[in-house]
């Protein structure tokens, strides 16, 4: 692990769980479903009034989502560790990732969509399944009600949610093993299916991706 993702202060950043790619849908009552948002992977960590942002990579992204940091300080816990992208959209309530970085430091013009709970007030949760994971961040979320912070949706059909978000030219579906542990690094209980609206528009940029 690279030294600058190791520790910050006392904000020790945890290797993000990567879905790897998959051709299909896995189907069965054991998977879950989210979007899978075009923006910008955070790991958010709140000790106190103190939150600090890291990148996938574990660098201190705080300074540039400074508006996203600011309101998870209000954030009724003590402290929290939230996995989540941020994400820009776009006149059609579409995720835009080049607007989110044009628009970065403009307050209200990104939003936060947690979709995990990896620690809470001192206590891991990495071991517990996903489900009980995001049931607790649920909870977190809806005491917190912040217009800007929501909780990612979960769907049981996973090939109805591709079709709506092929129709949409959203990137893709994430499917997640229900009774999971998180697990950092490349993992087979998270998957992900690009939409090919997503791919086809931006295919230069798909194309560098895949190079790296």
């Not at 660098?59 to 954030?75: C, V």
């Not at 013009?109 to 620690?119: N, P």
């Amino acid at each position: 692990m690279p030294l600058h993702a190791v520790l910050v202060s006392e904000f020790r950043f945890i290797p993000p769980c990567r879905p790897i790619p998959a051709k299909a849908v896995p189907a069965g009552d054991g998977w879950v479903h989210e979007v899978k948002f075009d923006g910008y992977r955070v790991q958010a960590h709140k000790m106190g009034s103190r939150v600090i942002l890291f990148s996938r990579n574990g660098y201190d992204s705080t300074e540039r989502f400074a508006s996203i940091a600011t309101l998870l300080r209000e954030m009724p816990t003590k402290a929290a560790v939230l996995d989540g992208e941020i994400v820009a959209s776009d006149a059609d309530g579409r995720p835009n990732f080049a607007r989110l970085h044009v628009r970065w430091a403009r307050p209200g013009a990104i939003h936060l969509w947690a979709f995990d709970l990896l620690a809470l007030n001192g206590q891991d949760l990495c071991s517990q399944a996903l489900v009980n994971r995001q049931e607790r961040l649920q909870a977190l979320l809806e005491r917190f009600g912040c217009p800007a912070v929501s909780m990612s949706e979960t769907f049981a059909d996973g090939i109805a949610l591709l079709r709506v978000a092929e129709e949409h030219r959203l990137e893709g579906v994430v499917s997640k093993r229900r009774d999971a542990p998180y697990r950092s690094g490349d993992c087979r209980d998270w998957r992900k299916v690009k939409t090919a609206a997503w791919c086809e528009a931006n295919r230069e940029r798909w194309r560098l991706f895949e190079r790296k």
